[in-house]
């Protein structure tokens, strides 16, 4: 059985794999207090949003060591131990990705993601082969939750936003999907996504 007109467009980190750099400098930082002062005023979400705006990682190691020269061994971690900010694989979500590719339902990628570390990640993980096709913030100049990247998305595959249902464990990034006219999921766990799914007619 086919969806046909139907498709669906997932996010990747925290709905496929665990992403959090946590798991990373906890190896590295063991007094709780200084790795919550690190996490919240060194190695910041938005210092890293700008490696998912396209900044290269070098430039951002280097740029961020110069800010703060007593923590530049563990700034430079952060690209060259990228692959331990990645923690165990959502299987329920790979199945539902499965299960949607063998019903005929076309299946996309649109991810804030690092352009230079994207390519690393999809020869780690092989359920990324099983997307139509990925846009990748990194290699856009984009970053979620801009219309900008979700319209590019629409746009390049084709898809027919009404009839396409955007997952994404960021509530904002599933609320500007919404405004673009697509089917949002706020993603918290993978039986709760196929039986949305399933409700919504695209999960058989």
Not at 83 to 92: A, L, Q, R
Request: net charge negative.
């Amino acid at each position: 059985m086919t969806n046909s007109g139907k498709s669906v467009l997932f996010d990747i980190g925290n709905v496929f794999v665990e992403w959090d750099p946590r798991l990373l400098y906890s190896e590295l930082i063991h007094d709780q207090a200084e790795l919550e002062r690190f996490l919240s005023e060194v190695v910041t979400l938005e210092w890293h949003t700008e490696h998912d705006r396209g900044r290269p990682f070098a430039e951002g190691v280097r740029i961020l060591s110069a800010k703060f020269p007593e923590y530049e061994d563990l700034i430079q971690a952060f690209d060259e131990r990228w692959n331990d900010t990645i923690g165990p694989v959502f299987t329920g979500t790979v199945d539902v990705l499965e299960r949607l590719s063998e019903q005929g339902t076309p299946c996309f990628g649109l991810t804030n993601f690092s352009a230079e570390k994207w390519p690393l990640f999809c020869r780690e993980y092989a359920f990324t082969d099983l997307f139509g096709g990925v846009v990748v913030s990194g290699a856009e100049g984009l970053v979620k939750p801009d219309p900008r990247i979700f319209q590019l998305a629409i746009d390049r595959f084709g898809l027919e936003s009404e009839q396409t249902v955007y997952i994404d464990d960021r509530l904002e990034n599933v609320q500007a999907a919404e405004h673009m006219g697509m089917i949002g999921h706020h993603f918290t766990d993978a039986d709760k996504l196929a039986a949305d799914l399933r409700a919504k007619g695209f999960l058989y």
